[in-house]
Nanobody, 123 residues
């Protein structure tokens, strides 16, 4: 499956932004999906995940209550709605997928990755 992320940009502190990840090649419904991010000079970190069957969602503590991951299987798209953005949310956001029931917070458990989209939050 090929993944294409988009929707990044520049936003002020407290603002909102939605990034999208479109899958092609295979149906999105077959995959658990996640968003990870990597800030300059830092390691990649888990942001959010959504399971392929149950639709259950999981979030990093740093974004819980502010970010929402969702999926539209008909459009083969996963979204990350980001509200109340903070400067520390500035990073390249990448989507990832795996068909297997693994620990979804570990980047090493994902089989496919899209290119990132840059989100910059100004103070």
């Amino acid at each position: 499956v090929q993944l294409q992320a988009s929707g990044g940009g520049l936003v002020q502190t407290g603002g909102s932004l939605r990034v999208s990840c479109v899958a092609s090649g295979r149906t999105l419904s077959a995959y658990n999906m996640a968003w990870f991010r990597q800030a300059p000079g830092k390691e990649r970190e888990f942001v959010a995940a959504i399971k392929r069957v149950s639709g259950n969602t999981f979030y990093a503590d740093s974004v819980a209550g502010r970010f929402t991951i969702s999926r539209d299987n008909a459009k083969n798209t996963v979204y990350l709605q980001m509200n109340s953005l903070k400067p520390e949310d500035t990073a390249v956001y990448s989507c990832a997928s795996t068909p297997f029931p693994r620990d979804l917070a570990l980047a090493s458990n994902y089989d496919y990755w899209g290119q990132g989209t840059l989100v910059t939050v100004s103070s």
